[in-house]
């Protein structure tokens, strides 16, 4: 978890889209421990696993009255790097934790759905 002054600074210098939150939630998963999937070889398990994790931390967030935003839009390396993540910990994403803004809204797109049939295929 990234909330001393010197981390905020740093990871606002890494990411445009720390967006100065007080709390920025570095979320790395273990790739001597995330599950290898035999059919593709791939530790996608581990991106899968930390967005689960993601998905529960933004619903407490919610329920605790705090805002946050998923944040991708960092190079892992220099973040990694930067904080001394040790080697077998691939960060997944940042979640930026703060009190919203009063006055602030989502972006219009938030309330624009497609139909199901848009993205949907059945067989
Ligand atoms: C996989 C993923 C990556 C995202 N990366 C970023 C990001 O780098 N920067 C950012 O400002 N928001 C990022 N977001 C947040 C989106 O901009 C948006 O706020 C979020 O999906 C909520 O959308 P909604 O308002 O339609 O619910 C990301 C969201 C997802 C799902």
Not at 53 to 76: D, I, R, Y
Not at 109 to 120: G, N, P, T
């Amino acid at each position: 978890m990234l909330k001393s002054e010197e981390a905020i600074a740093k990871i606002n210098k890494l990411s445009r889209c720390a967006y100065e939150a007080p709390v920025v939630f570095l979320v790395c998963y273990n790739r001597s421990k995330a599950w290898v999937s035999p059919f593709d070889a791939t530790d996608s398990s581990g991106v899968m696993d930390t967005s689960i994790v993601g998905t529960h931390m933004m619903l407490e967030a919610t329920a605790q009255g705090l805002g946050s935003c998923w944040v991708k839009f960092f190079n892992p390396q220099e973040v990694a790097a930067a904080f001394d993540i040790p080697d077998n910990l691939t960060p997944s994403f940042l979640l930026d934790v703060g009190y919203p803004l009063k006055g602030t809204a989502p972006n219009k797109m938030h309330f624009e759905r497609r139909a199901v049939k848009d993205f949907a295929v059945y067989r």
